[in-house]
């Protein structure tokens, strides 16, 4: 009976793969034969020629991109029918379906039935694929009625077969195996802010990305335009990520680390957790406010200036009152000067005319140059300037932090020693915790014309040329288009346009990530826990209708800004509008581990939730004592143990900072290039990373460099030793040179051994 059913199933997958195959054929057709078009004429045709390339484009990266275990799941039902669930959907040429996209209504059913509530589903079927074979089934019979005594089909469980695969450096998806608690979070209402707090090794990150995929798919219309936004804690960590939304059939999602979230600016430099915690306070808002304020000055008094030898006087009153006006627009720094600057030419241009008729040079003559002498005057443009300078966000903040006169303008609720932690060189490199500054500039200044208007004019200019000359050559034409007997039909906008070599086009997620101000349909935030009150701001500012997805664990917090609640966190910006989810059960972690992190946390005083491990391992953690010289040697001496135990496996090296660099030189000297350095390079047998690097990643095993400096370096807090402790989904190590932090050594339940 296995065997006729498995011959069955590997019948109907190699129907699927085939009808894969020609899609994509088709779809890669298509797409040459508009490459091979030429679009001529008007804009509509050029931009009609670049919508069905790009369709066609993203229908064959989706198809590209769901090779792998493309069908996974079929589902019997009362009504006889066979429903084979896969990663897309998939229909014959005359619209007969052959599989249903995992994300349909109609497959719900495929992760929620039970025994005890069928659905109407009689057999849950599991197919278990390697490349394109179906290798084996597994059944969960719902209806004891289809049982038939001593008949059973073997296979090995799909969970446990995944959970216990080797990681390779990138996560996978869980599509095949989303459990019912899962399912149920991934399917909410799009509406609204959903907080999904759940321990390590819950399927945070999973449940997120499966939930961005299934809300891109249900609500098409509302999202395909506006978009879906993914934030993740670090740059490393959205590498790891990168593979598993295209292999759900979603490549359009824009995915980014918060320092990555304002065009132009890569924040990759680290700074103390005090200036950390200061910057990402509220009230950097109004410091912000204030630093743009700052830049809207008075003259001490009234100043004298030269047009044309002329001498004008500007005074603090006339200063005052355009810059009550320019305010009073409500529009941004930038924008507003230009109001600014209008008011006081014209004043001071009729000052000049003044001076000339009074001089007697009479009444009727034409003044209109005089406009022109004073705008080009010196002495008035520098005037303007000190007054109203236009301003970048970069040049604003950089300002703000290396220079302490206006830092202690703008920032006087702070201590004087808190300002002196602020300052920093004007060339320092961007943080993480600049970035929400510096996007609350941009706000408040506008877009910044850095040419002050050279720029649009001379586009303009260029444009009047074109059209000119488009002109001319259609009347040398036009002699010859009559003797031909052809009626001229080209307009000489027609042929402008023609002429004018257009930027290649670009999708919604592209043109997204180079536009600060581009509103999001959806966001999703994965640690969201560390978060800044300051980046939650520039977060809802990117989402306006604040619909959000929120996935992370308070008690993994290890930033110095981030929250201690979901309420503290959120409420000052999302109110009432959000609710709270929490993962149960844990899936990654073995049992033993799981609970010597948990009894690490409640040592120091944190309550932590503890999701029940779903399966035991086969060691309690390790302990190696040695003197602080022979810490990373002994790292160097256990690590062929350790690649061992995971039998071709990953390996992560956990340390402090601080040790990072010379963990890495004693292993590589062993290893060679065996070892990365970083998060960036996690596909390597050995990788050795610091907490912050490592949050969100897992690795089949972790050696941790003096856990008790992890504690020191976060000032008390568990969040970096609780990270590094929940990583490892087969075996944790710990070298130390001081006493262990209280909790993690245990005695062990009877039949388990301790080292």
Not at 28 to 54: C, I, P, W, Y
Not at 399 to 421: C, N, Y
Not at 678 to 699: C, N
Request: glycine letters at 8%; hydrophobic letters at 40%.
């Amino acid at each position: 009976m296995y065997d006729a059913e498995l011959a069955h199933e590997r019948s109907y997958v190699e129907g699927l793969y085939a009808r894969l195959d020609e899609l994509r054929a088709e779809k890669t057709a298509q797409l040459a034969e508009v490459r091979r078009t030429k679009a001529m004429g008007t804009h509509q045709n050029r931009s009609e020629r670049d919508s069905f390339a790009s369709m066609y484009e993203n229908r064959l990266a989706q198809l590209n991109a769901v090779d792998d275990r493309l069908v996974f799941g079929r589902l019997d039902l009362d009504s006889g029918e066979e429903r084979y669930i896969g990663r897309i959907g998939l229909s014959t040429e005359d619209l007969r379906q052959l599989m249903v996209d995992w994300r349909a209504p109609e497959a719900g059913t495929f992760y929620q039935a039970t025994a005890f509530e069928r659905m109407g589903v009689r057999r849950r079927r599991h197919l278990i694929l390697h490349g394109r074979t179906v290798k084996a089934v597994e059944d969960d019979v719902l209806d004891h009625t289809m049982l038939v005594e001593g008949e059973h089909l073997q296979g090995e469980g799909a969970l446990l077969a995944a959970l216990n695969t080797k990681r390779t450096g990138r996560m996978s998806d869980i599509v095949g195996t989303i459990q019912s608690e899962q399912d149920r979070i991934i399917r909410s209402p799009l509406s609204g802010a959903l907080v999904v707090q759940g321990g390590p090794g819950t399927g945070k990150t999973a449940v997120a990305l499966h939930r961005a995929a299934y809300l891109l798919y249900t609500h098409r219309e509302r999202l395909k335009s506006a978009g879906v936004l993914l934030v993740g804690p670090s740059n490393a960590f959205m590498k790891y990520i990168e593979r598993v939304l295209p292999s759900l059939g979603e490549t359009g999602v824009v995915m980014a680390s918060v320092g990555q979230l304002l065009p132009g600016v890569s924040a990759n430099a680290v700074e103390t957790p005090e200036v950390a915690r200061l910057k990402g306070r509220i009230d950097m808002a109004q410091v912000i406010f204030d630093a743009v304020a700052n830049r809207q000055r008075l003259p001490r008094g009234d100043v004298s200036l030269d047009v044309e030898g002329t001498r004008l006087v500007l005074t603090a009153r006339q200063v005052r009152r355009a810059r009550d006006k320019a305010r009073a627009t409500g529009k941004p720094h930038n924008e507003a000067r230009v109001t600014f600057v209008k008011i006081l030419l014209r004043e001071l241009t009729d000052q000049l005319r003044e001076h000339i008729e009074a001089a007697g040079a009479g009444n009727t003559a034409d003044r209109s140059y005089l406009a022109d002498d004073v705008r080009g005057s010196r002495d008035v443009r520098v005037m303007l300037n000190l007054c109203w300078m236009p301003m970048s966000s970069q040049k604003l903040v950089r300002d703000m932090f290396s220079k302490p006169e206006i830092l202690a303008a703008v920032a006087p609720q702070f201590t004087e020693a808190q300002r002196a932690l602020l300052l920093r060189p004007a060339d320092a490199p961007w943080t993480e915790s600049d970035v929400p500054l510096l996007d609350e500039a941009a706000e408040l200044l506008g877009e910044l014309d850095a040419t002050g208007g050279r720029a649009q004019a001379a586009t303009d200019a260029q444009r009047k040329r074109d059209l000119a000359n488009a002109e001319k050559a259609i009347a040398n034409m036009n002699q010859q288009m009559e003797d031909s007997g052809v009626d001229g039909i080209l307009t000489a906008e027609q042929l402008a346009d023609h002429n004018v070599v257009h930027e290649a086009s670009q999708t919604n997620a592209e043109r997204a990530l180079t536009d600060r101000a581009w509103a999001y349909g959806h966001v999703v935030v994965d640690e969201a826990q560390e978060l800044s009150p300051m980046q939650w701001r520039l977060l809802v500012r990117r989402c306006p209708v604040k619909s959000f997805t929120i996935v992370g664990d308070i008690a993994q917090t290890s930033s110095a800004a981030g929250a201690t609640s979901w309420k503290q966190a959120l409420t000052p910006f999302m109110g009432d509008r959000w609710q709270l989810e929490e993962l149960t059960v844990n899936y990654r972690t073995p049992a033993q581990i799981a609970e010597a992190a948990v009894r690490m946390a409640n040592a120091a005083g944190q309550v932590v939730s503890a999701p029940k491990a779903v399966r035991d391992g086969e060691w309690e953690p390790i302990v190696d004592r040695v003197a602080a010289d022979d810490v990373v040697g002994q790292v160097a001496a256990v690590m062929d143990e350790e690649l061992a135990a995971v039998a071709g496996g990953l390996v992560a090296v956990i340390a402090p900072p601080a040790m990072v660099a010379e963990t890495t030189a004693a292993l590589r000297a062993v290893y060679g290039a065996r070892v990365g350095h970083g998060a960036g390079s996690v596909e390597q047998d050995i990788v050795v990373i610091d907490p912050h690097e490592a949050k969100g990643l897992e690795f089949d095993g972790v050696v941790i460099v003096e856990p008790g400096a992890l504690l020191a370096g976060a000032g008390g807090r568990v969040g970096d030793l609780y990270v590094a402790m929940t990583r490892p989904t087969q075996r944790l190590r710990l070298v130390t040179s001081t006493p262990l932090p209280e909790g993690i050594e245990y005695p062990a339940p009877a039949g388990r051994s301790v080292r």
